[in-house]
Every structure is written in C-alpha cells, then in structure tokens.
C-alpha cells in the first residue's frame, strides 16, 4: 500500500512514482505535491488575519456599501440585521445586479441584491474543504460561524495564501531534512 493509503504499488497522492525502498517515501503526506500536507483550518487563518468582521444592513445603500468595501479593502460584506446575518453583499452582486441593469447605487438598497442563502462553515473545516466548496458553489467569500456566532469571513485570497504558506514550510522542512540526512 502506498503512503497515502493507496494500494495501487508506485503511486503516491501526486500520481507520481516513488520508490518504497526509499526513505523519504515515507514522507509522502508532508511533501508539497500532496494536497493533504499541511492540514490548516479555517480557525488558524481567522486567527492570524483577524476576527473582523465588515458589515451592512439590509437597508444601507448598494453605494454606502461599495464605498465601505473600498475602504476596508475587502470584496464581500455580510449583512447584519441587529445580530443575525441576513446575507452576503459582493463587489460580483453589485457588477451584476446594479451596475450591468444600469440601476443607481444610491437609490438602490443592499437587502434588493444581497445573498440570502449564505453558504457558511465552521472554523474546524479544513482549507481544502472550504476550495472545493467555493469551487463547487462559485464563490470567494466564505462566512465562518460556530454555534450561530459569526467569527469572521475567509476569502478565497485567505486560502490560497495559507496553501502557500504551508507548502513553503513543507519544503523548508525537507530541505533541512536532507541537510541534516547529509551530514
């Protein structure tokens, strides 16, 4: 069976050869190729970028709202209406629903284009799980929750950036691995 569970002999999770006789094959969960190296949660980045955490009211004006997306740097606000999320409102919602229809941003409330049927996850969701949803669903902007709390929101930006991460520490790691088997 290879490293990764895999019975096919040869293979690992990369579909690349490896040699069993090899030492190093039985690392082949911590190499870069494997997409489970590194298993980074949604909490981990919520912690290191922050719990903040943008938001509008269905009532505010698509404009108030692009102008605070400007500000903030960030492409999606939730919608809070008093403590409950009501949605999602996005730099694609107001493209589509207000700039291609050639509505007014001031005359056009958030709660007319937001999402209401919010995809959300919890902060123990892999990295991993959270692309394969924003791939599966379309979106770049995930609201993460527990226990009905919001605790902030991960963008696809937020995750790619942990896989890099994480793949660097990867190799960092066998390079020193192979320093350190060297001498």
Not at 21 to 28: D, F, I, N, Q
Request: charged residues 25%; positive net charge; aromatic residues 4%.
């Amino acid at each position: 069976m290879s490293p990764d569970g895999d019975r096919r002999r040869g293979t690992h999770c990369s579909g690349r050869r490896w040699d069993p006789s090899v030492r190093l094959a039985k690392v082949c969960l911590a190499s870069p190729l494997c997409p489970s190296a590194v298993m980074t949660g949604v909490r981990h980045i919520l912690d290191q970028k922050g719990h903040q955490i943008c938001s509008v009211h269905p009532a505010d004006t698509v404009y108030d709202a692009i102008k605070m997306m400007a500000d903030k740097n960030v492409g999606a606000l939730v919608v809070l209406d008093g403590s409950k999320m009501a949605g999602i409102v996005t730099e694609r919602d107001y493209a589509r629903n207000v700039f291609l229809k050639g509505r007014a941003s001031p005359q056009t409330l958030v709660s007319e284009i937001m999402q209401r049927n919010v995809v959300c996850v919890e902060p123990n969701k892999s990295i991993e799980e959270c692309m394969a949803i924003m791939s599966a669903k379309r979106m770049r902007h995930l609201p993460v929750i527990n226990d009905d709390e919001l605790l902030g929101i991960v963008s696809i930006g937020d995750l790619v950036k942990s896989i890099i991460s994480d793949r660097e520490f990867v190799i960092e790691q066998l390079e020193h691995y192979i320093r350190g088997a060297k001498t």
